[in-house]
């Protein structure tokens, strides 16, 4: 490495992993783990024997230990328990959750602990600065990390939160599709409109961004956040382990956690050799306890056929869910210059071959889909650390990935400002009372997609008071909602007639509160007690 | 039987080549073959008991073990009392025995390892490894060897109580499948 400048990082924060990059002889590029990997699996983990385990080694014994093994903690970091997207969790996660001290935030037992969800990301970051200092050779102290372009403010609070505790001055927190499109215009005069299409591990994000001349603005988003890569493992698991279980008088090694662990691992490397190959070798000796206690083998070939047979639901859904991004964004395929593809599923032929027919157009190859969003990200670190390394630096347009309003008369939520409305932005509604003699109204200031106001995240509130008593109906007010670059949200209520006024400021909260924070720092170097965690034969 | 007759790969030597089958060597006939249906219409015959094997059975394999225990030799000990708690799980003497003895036989199994920051390799070809004696939380672990995971790791991911992962490298180690 030539720059003897103060090294900084960029971090994909992924839901099924992570990858850290940096600028290096002015070409960004993805830093190896110290398994020599470019992907970390984000995976944290306290063995049996109280050993914390961060990544690869946490994932392979995720099954035999699934009580003990937070994997998707980004599906849960800065929600509010109790939310509908922490309850669609809890029924899939093998991990205890439980609700913070304030009964607001969420909670994660590992190894006989509760752990806030930024401490479990943060230990996945420590794992990649400490892969990038290796490296570099050198302390890292700063990092730009991407979150889906869907987070809400809450949510990006959080994911900041976990890179200090990992250590991290977090210069910025960008969307990953942003990020992508970054290290695809990067070095290159582009104008024109992107379609990001993500099939991760966990999650499929589509993203529609403008690329003008070094400025990014993402225009509409859309997803699942419930189907990714696992969901393609899942059906080869279940195949496999259905026709063993045929052959072998219905022993099934689904049922035993090792044999599980072993199949799962197995069937999503075939998956991914499938990608390049006609067919892929399933060895697996000494899979399961036979009948007589002699252990069975599992041999069988996979083929690629036998692969896009058992996903093509999950395909088409990829696609219905890209129709679904672009009508809400109201733009026309016609109008897509460019697909990128991210995320290691669009690896898979027969997903690139749906993208293509969807768009009618050959989804560009010039990025690598695993490595992109952690390359822009360390090329967007780099622009704001060291901006005269850089042609260009690149201005990063941001949308509000939800719809920001209030609460009316009746409990119903009424929209200002609608989602993927690019910021900075400011704008009014007029509101009048809804009782007769009504002197005061309360503001309730709300983020979420809902018409029923109790279904989205509140924000903040405050009451106007003084207002001219009359009939309901009336009295006019003024509620204008004014977002800054930096995404603080301002809300202010105004009397027409009398000028009173009210404002505040909604700050974003992760859940943790600062002593909190300032605790976990603390001890964050601290040695793990030993776990008392109970033995149980797999 | 050579070590390189039918169905068995030639090569160095390994651990199935160096430790006798359990089940009887099968001979082949000149000229001929196996007789197949003969001998899946017969009952499959026991392999002959090995001399100074102690008399079949829970309580035979258990008072064998407690002789082996009173001349101090945990390694023989702990070989019958698996037995018995193969057969019978909540064998109560056989359960305190483990208790009584884990922490001296645990380190016995680590000894056999080395150091616990080392980081084993398989010792053998794929192949080779479906002619192994192996159960199938040896094959778990076996699995696990990969090149970049140390001893200590893999106890970490074992998911087994320590005393029964390092029996299980130990006896791995000791027939040259990994090290």
């Known amino acids: ?538 | 039987m050579s070590p390189t007759g039918p169905g068995r790969p030639a090569g160095p030597s390994s651990a199935w080549d160096e430790e006798p089958s359990r089940e009887p060597p099968i001979v082949l006939e000149s000229g001929g073959g196996l007789d197949l249906m003969a001998l899946a219409d017969a009952p499959p015959v026991p392999p002959p008991a090995r001399a100074g094997e102690p008399a079949a059975g829970v309580e035979g394999w258990m008072s064998a073990a407690r002789q082996r225990m009173a001349l101090d030799d945990f390694t023989g000990a702990l070989e019958l009392v698996e037995r018995v708690l193969a057969a019978d799980p909540a064998h109560a003497e056989a359960r305190a025995y483990l208790a009584r003895n884990e922490a001296a036989l645990t380190a016995m199994y680590e000894s056999k390892l080395g150091s616990m920051q080392r980081v084993p390799a398989v010792q053998v070809r794929p192949a080779q490894v479906l002619w192994l004696n192996l159960d199938h939380r040896a094959g778990f672990l076996l699995a696990q060897v990969d090149g970049t995971v140390s001893y200590e790791d893999l106890f970490a991911l074992s998911g087994l109580p320590r005393l029964e992962t390092a029996r299980i490298l130990a006896r791995l180690v000791e027939q040259r499948v990994i090290g």
């Open chain 1, 1 to 538: 490495m030539s720059e003897t400048r103060e090294p900084v990082i960029g971090i994909d924060l992924g839901t099924s992993n992570s990858a850290v990059a940096a600028v290096v002889d002015g070409q960004p590029r993805v830093i190896p783990n110290r398994a020599g990997l470019l992907l970390t699996p984000s995976i944290v983990a306290v063995s049996r024997n109280g050993k914390r385990l961060v990544g690869g080694i946490a994932k392979r014994q995720a099954i035999t230990n699934a009580e003990n093994t937070v994997h998707a903690a980004k599906r849960l970091i800065g929600r509010r328990w109790g939310s509908r997207e922490v309850e669609d969790a809890r029924e899939v996660l093998p991990y205890e959750l439980a609700p913070g001290p304030d009964g607001h935030d969420v909670r994660v037992r590992m190894g006989g602990r509760l752990y806030p969800v930024q401490e479990i990301s943060a230990l996945v970051l420590a794992e990649l600065k400490a892969d990038a200092e290796a490296f570099l050779g050198e302390p890292v102290k700063k990092a730009v990390i991407t979150v889906p372009a869907y987070f809400n403010d809450g949510q990006r609070q959080a994911t900041k939160d976990a890179g200090v505790i990992a250590g991290l001055e977090v210069l910025r927190i960008v969307n990953e599709p942003t990020s992508a499109a970054l290290a695809y215009g990067f070095g290159r005069q582009l104008e024109k409109k992107v379609v990001v299409f993500d099939l991760g591990g966990g999650t499929l994000d589509v993203s529609i961004l403008d690329i003008g001349k070094d400025v990014y603005d993402v225009v509409g988003v859309g997803g699942d956040t419930y189907l990714g890569g696992e969901d393609f493992d899942r059906r080869l698991v279940d195949f496999v382990a259905g026709a063993f279980a045929a052959e072998h008088g219905g022993i099934d090694p689904r049922k035993d956690k090792m044999a599980l662990q072993r199949l799962k691992d197995a069937c999503e490397k075939a998956k991914c050799d499938l990608s390049e190959l006609p067919a892929a070798a399933l060895s697996l000796p000494f899979l399961v306890a036979g009948p007589e206690g002699k252990a069975l083998h599992l041999e069988r070939q996979l083929t690629r056929e036998e692969l896009e047979r058992l996903t093509k639901d999950l395909v088409d859904r990829c696609i219905e869910v890209t129709d679904k991004t672009l009508r809400d964004a109201g733009v026309r395929r016609a109008e897509v210059a460019e697909v990128l593809l991210v995320g290691g599923m669009t690896r898979m032929p027969r997903v690139q071959a749906a993208v293509r027919t969807y768009f009618g157009r050959e989804p560009s190859r010039g990025v690598h889909p695993e490595e992109v969003v952690a390359l822009g990200a360390a090329i967007q670190a780099q622009a704001l650390v060291h901006p005269e390394q850089l042609a260009a630096e690149p201005l990063l347009l941001d949308v509000t990935p939800q719809h920001l309003g209030i609460m009316v008369a009746g409990g119903y939520f009424r929209t200002v400002i609608p989602r993927n409305t690019t910021v900075p932005t400011s704008q009014t509604h007029v509101f009048t009372t809804v009782q007769e003699n009504q002197t005061a109204v309360r503001i309730a200031v709300l983020q979420g997609a809902s018409e029923r106001a109790v279904e989205n995240e509140l924000l903040g509130e405050f009451v106007l008071s003084g207002i001219r008593a009359a009939p309901r109906g009336a009295v006019e007010i003024d509620v204008t909602f004014d977002i800054t670059a930096d995404g603080i949200l301002g809300v202010a209520a105004h009397d027409r007639e009398t000028g009173q006024r009210q404002s505040i400021n909604v700050t974003a909260t992760s859940g943790l509160s600062h002593d909190e924070l300032e605790a976990i720092v603390k001890q964050r170097d601290a040695p793990l007690p030993a776990a008392p965690v109970q033995e149980e034969e797999p």
